[in-house]
């Protein structure tokens, strides 16, 4: 019996996260703080209750991760010019040179993950994933809407 698709998946992001984990140690940083910095990496300037939600994590343990981050000077909080009660956060030049030393790491391990298979097969699964992603977004967005509706 095979493991549906949704095990493989979820297998393969597990086996993708300890391998890059063990590779970063090298660098220096742990998996939540590697996390951290590349999900502000894609959303400079997001606030604290925003990245709590791109790491689906409650906001107190965000914000310790961030006084934690802020204490290393990898992270900087700037005031929002739009909400004088939020801060939005900012990579430090030490942050993205570890974010840079970071990318060639995930890159690597996928390339060796992708050992043996074509160009076309790879192009084919990323298209196939892409689909099965905006699937999933849709029904997440659809499934919140229901609960919007629900709560009033």
Same mark, same amino acid.
């Given at each position: 019996?095979? $493991?549906?698709?949704?095990?493989?998946?979820? $297998?393969?992001?597990?086996?993708?996260?300890? &391998?890059?984990?063990?590779?970063?140690?090298?660098?220096?940083? &742990?998996?939540?703080?590697?996390?951290? !910095?590349?999900? !502000?990496?894609?959303?400079?300037?997001?606030?604290?209750?925003?990245?709590?939600? @791109?790491?689906?994590?409650?906001?107190?343990?965000?914000?310790?991760?961030?006084?934690?981050?802020?204490?290393?000077?990898?992270? +900087?909080?700037?005031?929002?010019?739009?909400?004088?009660?939020?801060?939005? @956060?900012? !990579?430090?030049?030490?942050?993205?040179?570890?974010?840079?030393?970071?990318?060639?790491?995930?890159?690597?391990? !996928?390339?060796?993950?992708?050992?043996?298979?074509? +160009?076309?097969?790879?192009?084919?699964?990323?298209?196939?994933? $892409?689909?099965?992603?905006?699937?999933?977004?849709?029904?997440?967005?659809?499934? &919140?809407?229901?609960?919007?509706?629900?709560?009033?």
């Amino acid at each position: 019996m095979s $493991d549906n698709i949704g095990f493989v998946i979820g $297998d393969i992001s597990r086996l993708i996260r300890r &391998t890059f984990d063990e590779r970063a140690k090298e660098i220096g940083v &742990t998996r939540p703080q590697w996390r951290v !910095l590349t999900w !502000l990496k894609r959303n400079e300037g997001i606030n604290q209750g925003g990245l709590a939600e @791109l790491l689906e994590l409650d906001a107190m343990t965000v914000c310790r991760m961030v006084d934690r981050l802020q204490e290393s000077e990898l992270i +900087e909080r700037r005031p929002d010019p739009t909400d004088r009660r939020a801060w939005q @956060l900012f !990579l430090t030049p030490k942050a993205i040179a570890i974010t840079n030393k970071l990318r060639p790491i995930g890159e690597e391990l !996928l390339q060796e993950a992708m050992d043996g298979i074509s +160009e076309a097969e790879q192009e084919q699964l990323h298209h196939l994933l $892409d689909q099965v992603r905006s699937r999933f977004q849709r029904i997440d967005e659809e499934a &919140t809407d229901r609960r919007h509706i629900a709560n009033g």
